[in-house]
């Protein structure tokens, strides 16, 4: 079985875009591919987290993984920080990465100039550890949003660089990106994307907004100029709400277009809110209903798969550089 590697960091609850995105797709995976899905407390910490409220959310994030489908007897959930090999790795791909493509990662300019208080180390250094969260797995595939493509394509320069430095060790990974739910950008702005540390709670649906503040939100979500409900190029806003509508409903947009022919602004929002919160409310259902121990038990089980391939990973590749 080929493997599918990707993960999503615990800050804050996750949202419509992580969802569309991403854990759709790792959800239809996990059938075909060997997966491991990974929470990567790690990253988050580049950003500063209050411990008490990061503890919860990593449990949050792995209630979240199940609650929308990802299935533990199929798919290996696991912590990152629970296989010390992510950050040895990490280090290790830090000695052939180079500083200039390091500076030319969007992410990084982008979130520099949103924690201007706190540019460390690890922001700048945050695509490393995700190319060792990748590489140490031998995954064929990532499957991820748009955002993360430049991330997989530096994993794959310096799985080629190091494969060519010291023989075949790493499989070069190709990002997997669905065409449609890539890039779900926010409510309140449809020329940036949908984000969780979004100055504003309209940006975002989250997974656990109750469906009436989500109803809300979509109310008073962006609209474009005109009054006919299509997408288009020159409709983002609308194109947005389309895709979301279609991904959530499994109605293709066309369809989604015809039924409200003739119809306005309000009747189409009416129905996207009945559609999201419709999904909202069996998600949470299945969420709330998961008990902390059993999930921490799979976190558990999951770790320890994880550790066992990393381990062996890691031993290769000290051999190859000659680390005793
Ligand atoms: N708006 C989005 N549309 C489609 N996919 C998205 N993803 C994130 N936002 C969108 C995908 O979700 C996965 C996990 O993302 P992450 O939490 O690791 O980090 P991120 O990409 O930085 O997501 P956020 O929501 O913007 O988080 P914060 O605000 O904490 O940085 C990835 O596969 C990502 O592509």
Redesign the pocket.
């Known amino acids: 079985m080929k493997r599918a590697v990707?993960?999503?960091?615990p800050?804050?609850n996750l949202?419509l875009?992580?969802y569309?995105?991403?854990i759709k797709n790792w959800v239809e995976l996990q059938d075909s591919y060997d997966s491991l899905y990974c929470i990567?407390d790690l990253?988050a910490i580049t950003i500063k987290q209050d411990p008490k409220v990061l503890r919860q959310n990593v449990l949050n994030v792995a209630k979240t993984y199940l609650a929308l489908g990802i299935n533990p007897d199929k798919s290996t959930i696991f912590v990152q920080s629970h296989v010390p090999q992510h950050a040895e790795l990490a280090w290790v791909l830090n000695t052939i990465a180079k500083l200039g493509e390091l500076e030319r990662m969007t992410?990084f300019k982008d979130k520099a100039t949103q924690h201007k208080e706190n540019i460390n180390m690890g922001l700048f250094d945050y695509p490393v550890l995700m190319s060792a969260d990748i590489l140490l797995y031998d995954p064929e595939v990532v499957p991820?949003?748009?955002?993360?493509k430049q991330h997989v394509e530096l994993t794959r320069d310096l799985a080629e660089r190091f494969n060519s430095s010291y023989g075949k060790t790493f499989v070069v990974p190709e990002p997997l990106i669905k065409k449609e739910?890539?890039?779900?950008?926010g409510l309140d702005d449809p020329s940036k994307?949908?984000?969780?540390?979004a100055s504003s709670a309209n940006n975002y649906v989250s997974l656990l907004d109750s469906p009436d503040i989500a109803a809300k939100k979509i109310s008073k979500a962006v609209t474009d100029s005109g009054s006919t409900i299509e997408s288009g190029k020159d409709k983002p806003a609308l194109t947005n709400l389309l895709t979301i509508y279609s991904l959530l409903s499994g109605q293709s947009i066309k369809n989604i277009e015809k039924e409200y022919t003739g119809k306005g602004y309000a009747d189409f929002k009416k129905g996207l809110a009945n559609t999201v919160t419709e999904f909202l409310s069996d998600f949470q259902a299945k969420f709330n209903a998961l008990d902390d121990n059993k999930v921490k038990a799979i976190l558990e089980e999951g770790n320890k798969k994880a550790r066992a391939i990393a381990e062996a990973k890691m031993t290769d590749v000290k051999t190859k550089m000659g680390l005793l």
């Open positions: 990707s993960g999503v960091q800050t804050n949202h875009g992580n569309l995105g991403a990567v990253h992410q991820v949003g748009e955002d993360q739910g890539a890039r779900i950008m994307k949908m984000s969780k540390s």
